[in-house]
Every structure is written in C-alpha cells, then in structure tokens.
C-alpha cells in the first residue's frame, strides 16, 4: 500500500504581464510601428527549486534572463503572424530554463487593427 499522507510539493514561477514592444502584422505597413504585447509565462520545475532553501539565484530560473531573452527577440526581429511569435517566445525562454522545467508562454497583441476587439488577440503554448 502506497502512503498518500506525505505529497511532493510542486513548484511553479509565474511571470505576469511583462510589456514590451514589438513589430508584428501582417501588412509592412502594420510592422513599421511598435505595438504594445504582453507576455505572461508559467515555469512548471521537475522539483522543487534548490533556491527555496539555499537563496540562490542559479539554483532557479532566472526571471531577469527570461524577460531578457524575450525583450531581445521583440526589438530585434519583426513577425507577421502572433503564432510565429509566441513560438519563438517560447523557444528563447525555455533555452534558459533548468532541465526539466515546462513552460507555459502567452503572448498578447494589445490593440490589434480590429475596432471592436477591445482585449486584445493571444496566443499560448505550453508544454505540459
């Protein structure tokens, strides 16, 4: 019989509305102008970071280095499509992340050129 009494904890970093520029859209002429996008990330750790004991930065993942990583892909590349974005996102965050970690990534254009879409248009990729 198993024992149910002692559960392994679980363990989750949550990025929450980080702003950045970019250019995106599917015409150039949408692409000349930065918009607003926001990108809100969930790290899912295999186990339970060694930060919460020793209070070291590289015994978790860095949330600096991830909104590093994605302010760099916004400013230095431009996308036509969001999907073509968050997958990128997805890609340079989860590159800096301790092995076995999953991450959820959404990121959301702000005001895209639809008049009545006032919450703006997002797009997630997680994987677990």
Known sequence: MVSTD????LSELRLTSLKLNGRIGWSEE???TPQGLRFDLVVRFAKVPSACTSDE????????EMAARLRTLCSDREF???????????AAV????????????SVTKEKPPI??????????LRDF
């Open 6 to 9: 002692k559960c392994a904890p």
């Open 30 to 32: 949408e692409r000349r």
């Open 57 to 64: 930065l590289n015994d978790t993942a860095c949330y600096g």
């Open 80 to 90: 036509k499509l969001i999907e073509r974005l968050g997958h990128e996102a997805h």
């Open 94 to 105: 989860k590159s800096v992340l301790p092995v076995g970690s999953s991450l959820e990534l």
């Open 115 to 124: 008049p009545e879409l006032t919450g703006g248009a997002t797009f997630t």
